[in-house]
């Protein structure tokens, strides 16, 4: 399996999940989602996308980049759990965007991208969140208080007709619109924002 994808793009052929964030800092609940993903969906690898700069988050409180970077690193293995600062390198602060360039560098790979309950249920704020939601299969993951009230939500509601199971999402290439799923997986209780607390950086 290819190591640490670079900006150029390669010819691998693999089916990758796509886990964003801030990792601020990266934490055994990120780890927890690669790897149940990696399992249920069948995923070759797991990119860790670190952001140079949420623009959903605010600046203060925020760690260096290169802080973020590494304490993603600290949670790969480096062969099926990649930390990589593609966002940074691409110029790219939205996913769609990301997603964009992606697909053009990676032409035979196929791309999910994965995220926590707590983002569906704000997908509607995202860049373009629609045509996100078309183009990319999309994963969701449990998250502690959050599962139920995403499920309930503006992007649950709106994109219902497209769920399916998690081992259908890559099953075949959906013909006008990528499906996205939820992943039967315990609600890990890590969480950065509590991590920074107790760190006393918590901004």
Same mark, same amino acid.
């Given at each position: 399996?290819?190591?640490?994808?670079?900006?150029? @793009?390669?010819? *691998?052929?693999?089916?990758?999940? =796509?886990?964003?964030?801030? &990792?601020?800092?990266?934490?055994?609940?990120?780890?927890?989602?690669?790897?149940?993903?990696?399992?249920?969906?069948?995923? #070759?690898?797991?990119? =860790?996308?670190? /952001?140079? @700069?949420?623009?959903?988050?605010? *600046?203060?409180?925020?760690?260096? &980049?290169?802080?973020?970077?590494?304490?993603?690193?600290?949670?790969?293995?480096?062969?099926? !759990?990649?930390?990589?600062?593609?966002?940074?390198?691409?110029? /790219?602060?939205?996913?769609?965007?990301?997603?964009?360039?992606?697909?053009?560098?990676?032409?035979?790979?196929? &791309?999910?991208? $994965?995220?926590?309950? #707590?983002?569906?249920?704000? $997908?509607?704020?995202?860049?373009?969140?629609?045509?996100?939601?078309?183009?990319?299969?999309?994963?969701? =993951?449990?998250?502690?208080?959050?599962?139920?009230?995403?499920?309930?939500?503006?992007?649950?509601?709106?994109?219902?007709?497209?769920?399916?199971?998690?081992?259908?999402?890559?099953?075949?290439?959906?013909?006008?619109?990528?499906?996205?799923?939820? !992943?039967?997986?315990?609600?890990?209780?890590?969480?950065?924002?509590?991590?920074?607390?107790?760190?006393?950086? $918590? @901004?």
């Amino acid at each position: 399996m290819p190591g640490l994808p670079g900006p150029a @793009g390669d010819r *691998r052929r693999a089916r990758i999940g =796509l886990l964003g964030g801030s &990792f601020n800092p990266a934490h055994a609940g990120h780890r927890h989602v690669a790897e149940r993903a990696l399992r249920a969906l069948r995923l #070759d690898q797991v990119w =860790l996308l670190v /952001s140079p @700069g949420n623009p959903l988050k605010p *600046r203060a409180g925020m760690a260096p &980049f290169a802080e973020r970077l590494a304490s993603a690193r600290a949670i790969g293995d480096g062969v099926r !759990v990649l930390a990589t600062e593609l966002e940074a390198r691409l110029h /790219s602060r939205f996913t769609v965007d990301t997603l964009a360039k992606l697909v053009r560098r990676f032409p035979r790979a196929r &791309f999910v991208l $994965l995220m926590g309950a #707590d983002n569906l249920h704000q $997908l509607p704020r995202w860049r373009r969140w629609r045509r996100l939601a078309r183009g990319t299969p999309i994963a969701v =993951l449990p998250r502690p208080g959050e599962t139920r009230k995403a499920l309930n939500g503006q992007a649950a509601h709106a994109l219902a007709r497209w769920r399916r199971r998690p081992a259908a999402l890559l099953a075949q290439p959906a013909p006008d619109h990528a499906p996205w799923c939820l !992943v039967p997986a315990r609600e890990h209780p890590a969480s950065a924002t509590a991590i920074r607390a107790a760190r006393g950086g $918590l @901004g």
